[in-house]
C-alpha cells in the first residue's frame, strides 16, 4: 500500500513552492555599472539617467562602480550579476592586465556585456580591449545631429522610429569591426559607421553602442529603450519579435534604481570646477607636445596622429588629476 501524503502537507508544500515561484518571477535582474569621475562626460549624470530610464522599462537594479580600478583588475567583480555595462572614458590607458581581467568577465565567467560611447575609447592605444565589444574606433566627429538607420531588423530595435535623429552627439570612425550591426549613420566623409551592434563572444552576447555623449541623448526616452531592449536581449529576456519578458515588468514599488554606490577612498565624480581644474592640467601637460606635432613639417597624416597619441600617453590617469585638483582646492 501506497502511503499517501496528506492533503495539509501537499497544499502547505504548494504554496510554499507557489510563493518561491513569485519571488523569482518579481526578482529584479542585477546590474553592475562601471563609470568614472568624468571630464569629457557628466558620469553622475549618466549613470542616474541610465539606471532610472531602464528601470522605468524593466525591473533591473543598478550597483555602481566609481573608478575602482584595484577592484576591477584583480577580482571578479561581475560574478552574481547578471550583466555588466561599461560607461567608462579611460583612453589613454594601457594597462594590459586590467583590460585581460575586464575581458575575463565576460570571455570565461560568462557575464553578458554592454559597452557605451567612450568605453569605446577606452584603451584605443591598444589592440586588446576592443576585440571583446567588436569595433575600433580612436576618434570621432564633432558633437552634433545625426540620423540613424536599422542596418537590419532585430529585437534590440524593437520600438525604435525608422526616422531617429539624436540632436547632440558624436559620431565615432570605425577602423574595424567585427560585429552585428543594428544601427548606422553616415560620416562627414560619406562613409557609413556603426553605432550600435551585437557582438557573440564565444555563447555571451556583448551590446555595444558609441551614442551617449551628451547628456540630450542619454535622457532620450529613444536612446533609454535602446539601452532596456539590449539588457533584456544579451540576458535572455526579449523574444525574437521584441517582446519583453512579462516576469520583469517594471516594478515602481521596488524603490531606488540605484541600489548601491563604491568608489576608492577620496575618489568621487568630478564637480564644474574640478573639471575646470582637470583640463587645465591636461591643456599643461601635453599641449607644447601637441604644437611640436602640428608644427613639425615631416609629420603629416598618421605620423601626426601617432606623435598626438604618444603626447596624450604623458596624461597621467583622471583620477590622480582630480585627486590634485581636490587637494588644491581644499577638498
Wanted: aromatic share 8%; with cysteine; charged share 20%.
Amino acid at each position: 500500500m501506497v502511503a499517501r501524503k496528506p492533503v495539509t502537507g501537499l497544499l502547505l508544500t504548494l504554496c510554499l513552492y507557489s510563493i518561491a515561484a513569485m519571488a523569482r518571477a518579481d526578482a529584479p535582474l542585477r546590474a553592475l555599472l562601471l563609470t568614472s569621475p568624468g571630464i569629457y562626460h557628466d558620469y553622475q549624470f549618466q549613470s542616474r539617467a541610465i539606471g532610472e530610464g531602464i528601470a522605468a522599462r524593466a525591473n533591473v537594479t543598478f550597483d555602481i562602480s566609481l573608478a575602482e580600478h584595484a577592484r576591477w583588475k584583480t577580482t571578479d567583480y561581475a560574478k552574481g550579476y547578471d550583466v555588466v555595462i561599461y560607461n567608462i572614458c579611460m583612453a589613454n590607458n594601457t594597462d594590459r592586465a586590467l583590460i585581460a581581467n575586464m575581458r575575463r568577465q565576460t570571455e570565461e565567467l560568462s557575464v553578458p556585456a554592454m559597452v557605451i560611447h567612450c568605453a569605446m575609447h577606452s584603451f584605443r592605444n591598444t589592440n586588446d580591449w576592443w576585440p571583446l565589444h567588436g569595433l575600433q574606433s580612436k576618434s570621432h566627429e564633432p558633437l552634433g545631429r545625426m540620423k540613424l538607420t536599422a542596418a537590419e531588423e532585430h529585437p534590440v530595435l524593437s520600438g525604435i522610429p525608422a526616422d531617429w535623429t539624436v540632436s547632440e552627439d558624436e559620431l565615432y570612425i570605425n577602423l574595424q569591426f567585427r560585429a552585428q550591426p543594428l544601427l548606422t549613420s553616415v560620416g562627414e566623409d560619406d562613409g557609413i559607421h556603426v553605432t550600435a551592434w551585437i557582438k557573440q563572444q564565444g555563447d555571451t552576447p556583448v551590446f555595444g553602442t558609441t551614442l551617449g555623449h551628451s547628456d540630450a541623448t542619454m535622457e532620450d526616452p529613444v536612446f533609454q529603450q535602446l539601452l532596456t531592449n539590449a539588457l533584456l536581449y544579451i540576458t535572455g529576456n526579449l523574444t525574437d519579435d521584441g517582446t519583453p519578458n512579462p516576469a520583469l515588468a517594471p516594478n515602481p514599488s521596488r524603490g531606488e534604481a540605484i541600489a548601491s554606490f563604491s568608489a576608492p577612498p577620496g575618489v568621487a565624480y568630478l564637480d564644474p570646477e574640478q573639471v575646470d581644474c582637470v583640463m587645465s592640467e591636461i591643456r599643461n601637460t601635453i599641449g607644447f607636445c601637441y604644437v611640436g606635432c602640428i608644427v613639425n613639417p615631416l609629420l603629416w597624416g598618421e605620423e601626426a596622429d601617432a606623435c598626438k597619441g604618444d603626447c596624450e600617453a604623458r596624461i597621467p590617469p583622471t583620477a590622480e588629476l582630480a585627486a590634485a585638483c581636490r587637494n588644491d582646492q581644499g577638498g
